[in-house]
């Protein structure tokens, strides 16, 4: 999933300082999982935001509402009465949610209160780690589904670099080394081989080096079209 954290409040107080009247709109999805940007933050941003406005002397008034998806049209569609009413939204969603709405309703301020930054999992309670950079391209076969691009610092093909330490990242001692990782795991499997194949260097068109991608699928379309 996506995972997203809030901005500083102090970045969110000043992008909606020009407004009176503003929606909070939270996604009830990812960010929602994540605990950054579903209907209990909202709540909680609504709040800090009314406080600080109301110590300006100059108070805000919030609408605060949460959608299933802010990716999707058919989520946000039907809350057009409620961004009518408001001088902006501000949206909890990550970027492609933002820009949905932003997309969607091209007359209104659409201004983001996260900052979106990758695509992981919850390894434990509260902590969230980065599992894949949508490189277009899997290679998780040849390394025993460990990931070299996400989680390795310098995204190497063929490692580990001469930095590896006792297993550790030269780049963050806080973190395994993905490639010491890599190893381990096809040591456990019997695979060490695979290892001897160096790998080409990546073709990163697929990844967006050709620009922003796109993926359509014939099958949904013609059944939507009822062909
Ligand atoms: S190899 Fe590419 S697609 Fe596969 S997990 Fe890593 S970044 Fe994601
Ligand atoms: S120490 Fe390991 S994870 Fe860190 S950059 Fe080198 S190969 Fe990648």
Same mark, same amino acid.
């Given at each position: ?11 969110? &107080? ?8 503003? /929606? *909070? ?5 990812? @960010? #929602? ?8 933050? @909202? ?9 600080? $406005? ?5 108070? *805000?008034?919030? @609408? ?5 998806? !802010? ?17 902006? +939204?501000?949206?909890? %969603?990550?970027?492609?949610? +933002?820009?949905?709405?932003?997309? $969607? ?5 659409? /201004?983001?209160?996260?900052? #979106? ?15 894949? %950079? ?14 070299? *691009?996400? $989680? ?12 590896? !330490? ?8 806080? *973190? ?10 096809? &040591?456990? !499997? ?5 290892? /001897? =194949? ?19 699928? =014939?099958?949904? $379309?013609?059944?939507? /079209?009822?062909?």
């Amino acid at each position: 999933m996506i995972i997203a954290e809030r901005k500083p409040f102090e970045e969110i &107080k000043a992008m909606v300082a020009p407004y009176n009247r503003i /929606l *909070i709109l939270g996604c009830g999805t990812c @960010v #929602t999982v994540d605990f950054s940007g579903g209907e209990k933050q @909202v709540g909680i941003l609504a709040s800090e935001l009314r406080m600080a $406005r109301k110590l300006e002397g100059r108070p *805000i008034e919030t @609408v605060e509402f949460t959608v299933q998806r !802010q990716c999707e049209w058919e989520f946000i569609d039907p809350i057009a009465e409620i961004v009518k009413g408001v001088d902006a +939204v501000l949206s909890m %969603a990550c970027g492609v949610g +933002v820009q949905a709405m932003a997309e $969607r309703y091209p007359d209104k301020v659409i /201004l983001p209160a996260l900052n #979106t930054k990758f695509m992981g999992m919850p390894i434990e309670a509260g902590v969230f780690v980065e599992r894949c %950079a949508g490189c277009g391209n899997c290679i998780l076969a040849l390394t025993g589904g460990i990931c070299p *691009i996400a $989680r390795c610092s310098k995204s190497l093909l063929n490692g580990p670099c001469g930095g590896s !330490q006792n297993g550790k990242c030269e780049v963050n001692p806080d *973190i395994d080394c993905a490639w010491q990782l890599i190893y381990d795991k096809l &040591k456990a !499997q019997g695979r060490l081989d695979a290892l /001897l =194949e160096i790998m080409e260097p990546k073709d990163w068109r697929p990844a967006g080096g050709a620009g922003p991608r796109k993926i359509v699928r =014939e099958e949904v $379309r013609l059944e939507t /079209l009822d062909v």
